[in-house]
């Protein structure tokens, strides 16, 4: 079914469904629920959404598309016009505040549109929550001397993508989920990004940075503290005549103490000891070492170049060891939350979906490693979905992975990750790729009472919103 400007087709009310899994799903909280459900289903965005959107802080594209539709085939620009995250709260369901990333879908039952100048979530004729769009910070605005945008460089204050590509090439490298390779390239193709480099430099990078911190500065008052995130494909080989650690090495030394107060977080594969020592030395404060899926079988057919060059069991000891080199809590690696159902090879039903992951966080967390998950998006250009017909992921498999991640992470006392970042509201919502922070900060009441003040402020505002 699919919804071309604001023209909506007729379907079941949406709030009939999900009310199976309020029903069936009694101590989880709804919001984390229809969370779930629209980044496994993704949205679409009505000619008045768009519009409203104008002024927001936009999808950046950083690393993986997250949708399930082309670019090519987007006709109304959308990859240069939609917002990064939509935040929904309210409505029929009186929700408290989620963040949400973008993921495109044509074919979605979520529809963002604006009705009697109010921002919503609806399905048909059915309004389910309010949304917000969060505005672009000022040094968005901004550009480098060549004209490259500083929100290409640094996306939203905390995203940085040092190298646009991975050294693992094909079906007998590439992770089977991942678009990196094939992102870039449609990106290129659409001719609406402006930076094409795979590689951004360590100046450019620096510059925007500068700019990032000069704006918390001017928004709290001092030097306010803010996390980085540098990642990048993998290089198997040499890129700018630097292996992999000397080339990452080097971005994580500049942009740590370039400027005050920097918590800086780096993405590769997993590292043995003594390499992690080398990258705290130079001032590396949390490593992300996305291991993708817990089976081993699966790990070995969904991430064949990681078992080629790491292989799993050195990807769980290096995982384990380097909680001894950065301490609990900033041990992070990220798994693809239900890449495990992938066909023909995935697992079958949910029970063993969920209780395989379920034993690898159990195992990890046990040892002070903070799982944390992304949500597959199943985009169109991945290997995955070319090589085999790949059905949406059941609800219940996510909202029971993520109580179960709620019960290992109360068991074993676990921090809550460094939320140091510009933009407000991103020091207090949970992580907008996966639902399994907005578990605890719902669970635990962690939100400040005047959370909703904080949305509104930095929201696009309510007069650029179309009346219809």
């Known amino acids: 079914m699919i919804a071309t400007g604001n023209t909506l087709e007729q379907k079941q009310p949406q709030s009939a469904e999900l009310e199976k899994y309020f029903s069936r799903y009694p101590d989880v909280p709804r919001e984390v629920i229809i969370k779930s459900d629209l980044l496994r289903r993704g949205v679409w965005f009505t000619d008045s959404a768009l519009r409203a959107a104008n002024g927001s802080l936009i999808k950046s594209y950083r690393l993986f598309s997250y949708d399930l539709v082309p670019m090519s085939e987007l006709g109304r620009k959308e990859s240069r016009r939609i917002p990064e995250h939509i935040i929904i709260l309210g409505g029929m369901y009186e929700l408290r505040p989620v963040m949400v990333q973008t993921t495109l879908a044509p074919d979605s039952p979520y529809i963002i549109d604006v009705t009697g100048g109010q921002l919503v979530l609806r399905n048909g004729d059915e309004v389910l929550t309010e949304a917000r769009f969060l505005a672009a ?65 360590i100046e450019q990078i620096l510059e925007v940075a500068r700019a990032v911190s000069d704006e918390a500065n001017t928004n709290y008052g001092y030097n306010a503290p803010l996390s980085f995130l540098l990642s990048g494909g993998t290089i198997k080989n040499k890129l700018h005549r630097q292996n992999e650690d000397d080339f990452y090495g ?20 997993a590292k043995p000891k003594d390499i992690l020592k080398r990258y705290r030395a130079l001032g590396l404060d949390s490593h992300h070492a996305n291991m993708e899926v817990w089976d081993r079988r699966l790990f070995k057919w969904i991430c064949p170049g990681k078992e080629q060059r790491v292989g799993w069991d050195n990807w769980v000891r290096w995982l384990i060891d380097s909680v001894d080199v950065f301490g609990e809590g900033a041990v992070k690696p990220l798994f693809v939350a239900g890449v495990e159902m992938a066909q023909p090879y995935g ?36 290997f995955l979905v ?21 019960e290992i992470w109360s068991k074993y006392a676990l921090p809550l990750p460094n939320q140091n970042q510009l933009l407000p509201v991103m020091h207090h919502l ?28 930095h929201s696009v505002p309510w007069s650029s919103l179309e009346h219809d």
């Not at 500083?150 to 050294?167: K, L």
């Not at 390239?185 to 094409?196: E, G, I, N």
């Not at 379920?358 to 597959?376: D, I, P, Y």
């Open 137 to 201: 910070p000022s040094y968005y605005s901004k550009k480098t001397d060549d004209g490259v945008p500083f929100h290409e460089i640094i996306a939203f204050g905390f995203f940085i993508t040092v190298f646009r590509n991975c050294q693992f090439w094909g079906s007998k490298e590439e992770c089977g989920f991942c678009d990196i390779n094939h992102n870039v390239r449609q990106m290129k193709d659409s001719q609406d990004f402006t930076l094409t480099a795979p590689v951004k430099s």
């Open 250 to 269: 080097a971005y994580v030394e500049a942009l740590k103490w370039d400027g005050p107060r920097r918590f800086i977080n780096l993405q590769t594969n």
């Open 347 to 382: 697992f079958r039903s949910v029970a063993e979906a969920v209780a395989s992951t379920t034993a690898g966080m159990e195992h990890l967390m046990s040892h002070g490693v903070v799982v944390r998950f992304n949500q597959w998006r199943r985009e169109p250009s991945t």
């Open 430 to 457: 949970g992580v907008s790729h996966a639902a399994h922070e907005d578990f605890i900060h719902l669970m635990e009441g962690t939100y400040p009472t005047d959370i909703i003040d904080i949305i509104n402020r």
């Open 386 to 406: 070319q090589q085999h017909e790949q059905p949406a992921v059941p609800l219940d498999y996510y909202i029971q992975l993520f109580r179960n991640r709620y």
